[in-house]
């Protein structure tokens, strides 16, 4: 039992994001991602939404300031200039976090499916919403 730690945060995640370093990726992924064939390690947060997901990660996560963009967020193949809401939400709250306005890279379905199968560990979420994927590059603390 561990004191200011939220009822959320599971046991494995909480090793998983300890044994993080800076410059680590961690993708945060919805229901429909692939992520048991293609994840080096997976945490499974299903009764969580990309949203709730996130802000268990970032009560414990720094988020990277020494590259310009630490978040990266999949583009909607229909539409790449549309930022889906589930991703504007996903992106204010990395915001609200951190206390500034963090740099986001969008990528191709594709391109995100093959950086995130390098990411430190994938977590999978319930998130129903289409394009509920995001990575976050961990930072330091100082």
Request: charged residues 20%; contains cysteine.
């Amino acid at each position: 039992m561990l004191k200011n730690i939220d009822p959320r945060m599971s046991p494995e995640l909480l090793y998983v994001l300890a044994q993080m370093g800076h410059g680590d990726r961690l993708a945060i992924v919805d229901r429909n991602y692939p992520v048991v064939s293609t994840a080096q390690r997976v945490v499974r947060l299903d009764a969580l939404n990309l949203t709730e997901a996130l802000d268990v990660v970032l009560s414990v996560f720094p988020v990277d300031n020494f590259v310009e963009q630490p978040v990266a967020g999949m583009n909607n193949v229909d539409d790449p200039e549309a930022i889906p809401e589930v991703q504007q939400q996903a992106f204010a709250a990395v915001n609200a976090a951190e206390g500034r306005t963090v740099g986001v890279q969008r990528l191709p379905r594709f391109d995100f499916y093959q950086q995130a199968a390098s990411c430190f560990a994938v977590l999978a979420t319930s998130e129903a919403r289409p394009y509920g994927c995001i990575m976050v590059t961990k930072g330091v603390i100082f």
